[in-house]
């Protein structure tokens, strides 16, 4: 089956995507930016984002959006999560007859209500199909075809089975999950526990510390996630577990890197300047403690990495006090 995929934008995440589908299909990759779309035209390759990775002959590039979408047979949404609920109503201006399914790849939440961009998506289009792709994957492996698998979370297995032969193939295994609150809150939540392991490692607290924080960030992701309506199985899968690792481990992570330069004593706007890229935690850190407080839930983690971005606790004191709280029952 030859079909035709939009990709709406172009970072490192929508490209890598649009080269790993562009193996069996026809891709329409869109970026907002015409210069940078002018000059992946003419190199055949996002320098700015995945240099090492030329485009397969079946990528074609787009500024403008209708011509995108117009004939897709499905639309992915690559975007960062400030710039999703845009798409959405860029997509709205189209008035298609038939909205076909959409994938989001973004790993956030929206920033004006503190709920879940599926609840953002439904409530512009209610009867669409609406998935959520997330899980263990960097950019710059899945372009270079490395072995990943992730999750891909819908409603129900109908709208699954009409996405998910898409992904899954070549070096993507892709496993279906009916989860799609946990799999979002997962996603978003692994961003903010690998900046505070980025911090930790860059104020050189050791191996000890970071194993901590992996496991108890994941104790709190669970916890607000379940509050949420998540399943607590999620949060022990690829978009739970799985991502978390990968993130708060490896050097490829924005969030991780973001920390490890706070932790290093750079000030936040510096920090931001040496990544250059989205940092997803940075986003929605004080979306999740709002969330936190506003239920009543426990999430120390994400409440210093707040006080870090948001109140100017230096990152040393920040995860002092963690080590410092009261004894409890783990
Ligand atoms: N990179 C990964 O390994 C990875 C893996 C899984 C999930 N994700 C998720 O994918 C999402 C996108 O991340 P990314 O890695 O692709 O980020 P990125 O490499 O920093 O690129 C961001 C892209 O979004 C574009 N953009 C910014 N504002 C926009 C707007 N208002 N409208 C349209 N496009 C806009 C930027 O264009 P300009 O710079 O030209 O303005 C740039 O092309 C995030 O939610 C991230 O968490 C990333
Ligand atoms: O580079 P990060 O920290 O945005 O992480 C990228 C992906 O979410 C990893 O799965």
């Known amino acids: 089956m030859n079909k035709t995929i939009a990709v709406i934008g172009a970072g490192s995440w929508g490209t890598a995507l649009a080269i790993h589908l562009a193996a069996k299909h026809s891709v329409n990759l869109w970026s907002h930016n015409k210069e940078h779309v002018a000059e992946m035209r003419a190199l055949r390759l996002n320098e700015r984002f995945l240099p090492e990775t030329p485009f397969p002959d079946s990528i074609s590039l787009f500024e403008d959006f209708n011509e995108t979408v117009i004939n897709a047979d499905i639309i992915l949404i690559a975007t960062p999560s400030t ?63 490395y072995p990943t698998a992730i999750a891909i979370a819908g409603k129900n297995e109908l709208e699954l089975e009409a996405v998910i032969p898409y992904f899954h193939h070549d070096n993507m295994r892709v496993y279906g999950n009916l989860d799609i609150k946990g799999v979002q809150l997962a996603g978003a939540y692994k961003n903010v526990i690998a900046i505070a392991t ?82 997803e935690g940075a986003n929605i850190v004080k979306n999740i403690y709002e969330l ?39």
């Open 198 to 279: 980025g911090i930790s490692d860059g104020l050189g607290f050791g191996a000890n510390a970071r194993a901590a924080l992996i496991t108890r960030g994941l104790a709190e992701m669970t916890r607000l996630g379940i509050a949420l309506q998540g399943d607590p199985e999620t949060f022990k899968g690829l978009a739970g577990l799985g991502d978390l690792v990968l993130t708060a481990t490896d050097n490829q992570s924005r969030n991780r890197r973001f920390g490890l330069y706070l932790g290093q004593g750079l000030k936040t706007n510096e920090a931001f300047e040496e990544v250059g890229q989205v940092v």
């Open 83 to 145: 710039a999703f609920n845009e798409m959405l109503q860029k997509l709205q201006k189209l008035q298609l007859p038939k909205l076909p399914p959409v994938v989001s790849a973004t790993k956030g939440l929206d920033h004006s209500t503190n709920g879940f961009l599926s609840d953002t998506f439904y409530q512009t289009f209610p009867n669409a199909n609406f998935t959520v792709l997330s899980g263990p994957s960097f950019a710059k492996e899945v372009a270079k075809l």
């Open 292 to 330: 936190g407080e506003t239920m009543g839930i426990d999430l120390p983690i994400a409440q210093q990495v707040y006080k870090i971005l948001h109140k100017n606790v230096l990152p040393n004191t920040s995860l002092r006090q963690l080590l410092s709280r009261e004894q409890k029952i783990e």
